[in-house]
């Protein structure tokens, strides 16, 4: 859990220090999610309405339906076992349906030395926007001039990595066009935020209630289907607004370092461990890491079947992804776009977050073993 350092700030206007940031500071416009910041990412880079946008179809539909709500034309394409799209699919996209924008995503906070060459290779052949999607992972990625001069845009999502009310954030990297000051937000301690976040702290370590059973996990999806069921209205926002909490955790390069330290560590651990099952009936995915990722989760293949069922039975907060939340045309293609349908029912999410202890991560390899 990240701890804002001073949670009583009150609203002002703070220029971010050059070095603040882990990510180029004076192009970040924050916002309240992924999906608002997609779409001021589309406004700025001047993608008009009615305009085709290509998507992955491996994609939560919180994406392709804010595109839908503001206008835009989702074009979906399938990526390949290795989660990158194919050069010919992508480049009959853009001559053949005309799509104005190219949507990737960094899944999981992986692969992105595999996306950044396909990104190089479309780019040098086509004249289109490239948006990257690092939503799964906050501080993954380059930032090498020589890789962000070939990427139009980055987009982020940053409470998917912190414990943060808001988290939306996006960088325009083919403009000039720059963002010094942000508006902080002050969350107050007695909000909905964290007295959610304390009534799931206080299940989670009195053990009265298991927070991750699948009854309990059924009802989160229900809820969460009853919320998302309508196209969300952006807000189209002309400052840049950043969370009290959010700001504490990026304008901390020590505790950034840390985390990514944790995340990468904890990955490594469970890769270390799981290697050595005999008879295993997952499959590991990616097993080493890139010096420049750092992962939201430990991505498995489940050969058998229940695994989700079996670890959330023992207080593992395992998931699908993107789950319930694949569009319903791609599950209802289920040839046209096999690959996705495939991950979405096999791909098992394992927890690597910082929060997680050597404890931890023994019990995660103890319950696995029993499987």
Not at 140 to 164: E, M, N
Not at 294 to 305: A, E, F, V, Y
Not at 354 to 360: F, I, R
């Amino acid at each position: 859990m990240i701890i804002p350092t001073n949670p009583f700030l009150n609203n002002s206007n703070e220029k971010f220090e050059n070095d603040a940031l882990v990510f180029p500071w004076d192009r970040a416009f924050f916002s309240s999610n992924g999906s608002t910041a997609i779409i001021l990412t589309l406004r700025d880079l001047g993608i008009k309405k009615g305009s085709k946008i290509g998507v992955p179809a491996y994609i939560c539909n919180s994406v392709p339906n804010c595109l839908i709500k503001h206008g835009y034309i989702p074009i979906y394409f399938d990526i390949e076992i290795n989660f990158i799209p194919k050069h010919e699919t992508i480049n009959k996209l853009i001559h053949k349906r005309k799509i104005k924008a190219l949507i990737l995503v960094e899944y999981f906070g992986l692969f992105n030395i595999k996306i950044n060459r396909f990104i190089k290779d479309i780019k040098a052949k086509n004249n289109i926007k490239v948006i990257l999607d690092r939503c799964h992972s906050s501080f993954s990625g380059d930032f090498k001039i020589s890789q962000l001069s070939r990427i139009d845009a980055l987009v982020y999502s940053h409470r998917k990595t912190l414990r943060v009310f808001d988290g939306g954030c996006h960088l325009i990297l083919s403009k000039s066009k720059l963002t010094n000051f942000h508006e902080i937000i002050n969350i107050p301690r007695l909000s909905l935020f964290y007295i959610f976040h304390f009534i799931e702290n206080f299940f989670y370590y009195t053990r009265l209630l298991n927070i991750y059973s699948e009854p309990i996990y059924k009802i989160r999806k229900m809820l969460k289907y009853f919320y998302k069921r309508k196209y969300k209205h952006i807000n189209f926002q002309e400052k840049s607004k950043i969370s009290n909490n959010l700001f504490s955790v990026l304008s901390n390069k020590n505790e950034i370092q840390k985390i990514k330290d944790t995340r990468r560590a904890n990955y490594n651990f469970l890769i270390k461990e799981l290697s050595q099952f005999k008879n295993k009936k997952f499959e590991i995915i990616h097993k080493k890491l890139s010096i420049n990722e750092t992962p939201q989760i430990l991505p498995l293949l489940d050969l058998k079947g229940d695994l989700v069922s079996f670890l959330r039975k023992h207080c593992i907060s395992a998931y699908h992804w993107p789950d319930f939340e694949l569009p319903h045309i791609i599950k209802e293609n289920k040839i046209m776009y096999s690959n996705s349908n495939y991950y979405n029912k096999s791909l098992i999410c394992i927890p690597v977050h910082q929060s997680l202890k050597l404890e931890h991560l023994k019990y995660i390899i103890s319950i696995m073993s029993k499987w």
